[in-house]
């Protein structure tokens, strides 16, 4: 799909479609200076004229009428706006229903095991509060008593599934069959992170959110961005504030030191 044709006027514009934004531009190789956002339509509506290969698309607040040059260019363009119309509603459906629960988290038995099998679940402090980080880009875990510390984290670009029940060697070797509907488990490239959640809607909550959040890529919106990157930048320069201070008075305490032994020798000359 290299060509659209019209925009309002019968304008010719060449258009591109990024994700839920429509850009359009007076040539391919020429700055886009317009948009529509796709996540403001809801449809699209094909005009019966089988000549001038019009067709609407249909926003909250206005109307934008574009004609294609060909039968086939019209079709090519009304199906892909169509799926990013249904994406954008789907991503506007995800963002209510399931982004502040990944953000806030959830306390879920986290299963463990050795090579051999040996490490059951009871035998260990398996509670875990399982979250998205505040930039959006880990799934990280903490317990529930110390939430200043973070277990460990697998970064969201290496997971490569969300998988229901016992799929994992971790759970085929410690899980109960009796609570596999309420498991789930997080593929990441290297490693799993096997789950079990108090009931069967909180696991299914759970595995559709993630695949959601998969699926659509970065949940944060740009203020949401810039605010995580100020605080990982607030953070970044109070623990670099820490390690000079540190080093500071590393320094200070052996320089007290020397001039004590320096002092200690010129008394016993």
Not at 52 to 79: H, P
Not at 99 to 121: C, I, P, S, V
Not at 195 to 207: F, S, V
């Amino acid at each position: 799909m290299k060509k659209s044709a019209w925009v309002k006027e019968w304008r010719e514009r060449y258009f591109i479609l990024k994700g839920g934004l429509l850009f359009f531009t007076k040539g391919k190789f020429i700055q886009p200076h317009g948009l529509i956002d796709l996540t403001t339509c809801s449809n699209i509506k094909i005009k019966d004229d089988d000549h001038n290969y019009e067709f609407e698309i249909v926003g909250s607040e206005d109307k934008f009428s574009l004609r294609a040059e060909s039968g086939s260019l019209q079709e090519n363009w009304t199906n892909a706006i169509r799926r990013a119309i249904s994406n954008c509603l789907s991503k506007q459906e995800f963002q209510a229903k399931y982004k502040a629960m990944l953000f806030r988290g959830q306390t879920f038995e986290k299963y463990h095991n050795d090579a051999m099998g040996r490490f059951k679940l009871i035998n260990k402090d398996a509670k875990r509060l399982v979250k998205v980080s505040n930039d959006g880009q880990r799934i990280i875990w903490l317990k529930p008593n110390e939430l200043e510390t973070i277990c460990d984290s697998i970064d969201m670009n290496s997971v490569v599934a969300i998988n229901p029940g016992h799929t994992t060697l971790v759970f085929k070797q410690t899980g109960n069959k009796s609570t596999e509907a309420n498991c789930f488990s997080i593929i990441a490239k290297s490693r799993s992170l096997d789950l079990e959640a108090d009931n069967r809607d909180t696991a299914r909550q759970w595995i559709e959110g993630l695949r959601a959040m998969l699926k659509y890529g970065n949940i944060l919106t740009p203020t949401e961005l810039r605010e995580a990157d100020h605080i990982r930048n607030m953070k970044e320069t109070g623990e670099e504030r820490k390690k000079k201070s540190a080093l500071h008075k590393h320094e200070n305490d052996r320089a007290k030191l020397r001039a004590a032994r320096e002092r200690a020798h010129q008394a016993n000359r």
